[in-house]
């Protein structure tokens, strides 16, 4: 079993930054994908970024790309997503999405092994 903690998130005013966390314990796989979601009220949950083992393939959405940056520190076995210049309508639960073993960045929920319990973005205007 794979454990996925996610923290960072909270109140911002649109424009505003923040920065969440992601961390992966248990069974995990000697490489693995992870990735976050989010969902807002009334929403299906959708893709937001994506990152490899290695770091070297990353993916966005297009609605975050050139805000959001994904990252990852294997060492400490953590993910992290920096938002910048948000936005009202980024306001959502983000969860964190592990895949284990490949290299690809899925987009769809199917295709992840495991979840974490969320964690709530609100961006006032």
């Known amino acids: 079993q794979v454990q996925l903690v996610e923290s960072g998130g909270g109140l911002v005013q649109a424009g505003g930054s923040l920065r969440l966390s992601c961390a992966a314990s248990?069974?995990?796989?000697?490489?693995?994908?992870t990735a976050w979601f989010r969902q807002a009220p009334g929403k299906e949950r959708e893709f937001v970024a994506g990152?490899?083992?290695?770091?070297?393939?990353?993916g966005y959405a297009d609605s975050v790309k050139g805000r959001f940056t994904i990252s990852r520190d294997n060492a400490r076995n953590t993910v992290y997503l920096q938002m910048n210049s948000l936005k009202p309508e980024d306001t959502a639960v983000y969860y964190c999405?592990?895949?284990?073993?490949?290299?690809?960045?899925?987009?769809?929920?199917?295709?992840?092994?495991?979840w974490g319990q969320g964690t709530q973005v609100t961006v006032s205007s």
């Open positions: 990152i490899s083992w290695s770091g070297g393939s990353k």
């Open positions: 248990g069974r995990t796989a000697r490489s693995y994908t």
């Open positions: 999405a592990l895949k284990q073993w490949g290299t690809a960045i899925p987009r769809t929920v199917l295709q992840y092994d495991y």
